[in-house]
């Protein structure tokens, strides 16, 4: 299958701090990448999709001041946590869409490994 | 309102026995699409199935099969011949044509003994 990447893996900051979280296809243009976000032992949450070349779409509740997504090319979108805070501790997966990947419905949307954020 | 509804918070089974994750879900698009994800303790989802909604036969892949109950709303995952290393977080998903998007459901977290 095809595959996603996620750049770092882990990060550790200070409070107030801005954290760019990256998230590259590396085998096919991803038109839309999609933002999750999951606490521990909780189920993923989508914050935004994200289209090459346009703003992305928050979903209700999602401050899109604060979680700022650029997906400027087919293979990279990324995730700006601003100013971030202990509450913004969490893990961040993202997804991409392949919308070039002909047949079943599955093999259009591929997940990365996840970054793993904690605000100190 | 819950899109994907999955009950069991947790199960403990048996290894080598055959088990059942429940999930049902909640959509007026006729077309959509059911996902089954693992998710191990590293924290990558893996996909497991898929079941469209317009689907004549379940979906199976290997030891994973989906029970797709199209009038009840149900698209239970089946494991036979559980293994230890299918202890993990398990997800039901779906994604509506409408807003091609997944949603998931909150996770059955499986254990598998030996």
Redesign the interface.
């Known amino acids: 299958?095809a595959v996603v990447s996620q750049h770092p893996s882990r990060v550790i900051c200070k409070s107030g701090t801005s954290v760019k979280i990256e998230c590259r296809s590396l085998d096919f243009q991803a038109t839309?990448m999609?933002w999750y976000r999951?606490f521990p032992?909780?189920?993923?949450?989508?914050m935004a999709?994200s289209n090459e070349g346009s703003k992305a779409t928050y979903e209700q509740g999602v401050e899109k001041d604060k979680f700022l997504i650029n997906h400027a090319s087919l293979t990279l979108s990324t995730l700006t946590v601003t100013s971030a805070h202990p509450e913004d501790s969490s893990?961040y997966?993202c997804?991409a869409?392949d919308h070039g990947v002909s047949g079943?419905?599955?093999n259009e949307?591929?997940?990365g490994?996840?970054t793993?954020l904690t605000v100190l | 309102a819950q899109k994907i509804t999955q009950t069991q918070p947790g199960m403990f089974v048996q290894e080598k026995e055959a088990v059942t994750l429940d999930c049902t879900y909640d959509t007026s698009d006729p077309s959509y699409g059911l996902f089954w994800y693992k998710q191990p303790s590293s924290g990558e989802m893996i996909f497991l199935i898929y079941q469209g909604s317009y689907d004549q036969q379940n979906a199976t892949e290997g030891r994973y099969s989906l029970n797709f109950q199209k009038a009840r709303k149900s698209a239970n995952l089946v494991i036979s011949a559980s293994q230890l290393g299918d202890s993990a977080m398990y997800f039901c998903a779906m994604r509506e044509r409408r807003d091609d998007k997944i949603i998931f459901g909150k996770g059955t977290r499986l254990h598998i003994l030996p």
Do not use: C
Not at chain 1, 41 to 46: A, C, E, G, I, P
């Open positions: 299958g839309t999609f999951q032992k909780k189920s993923l949450m989508l999709t893990f997966i997804s869409r079943r419905g599955y949307q591929f997940f490994p996840g793993r």
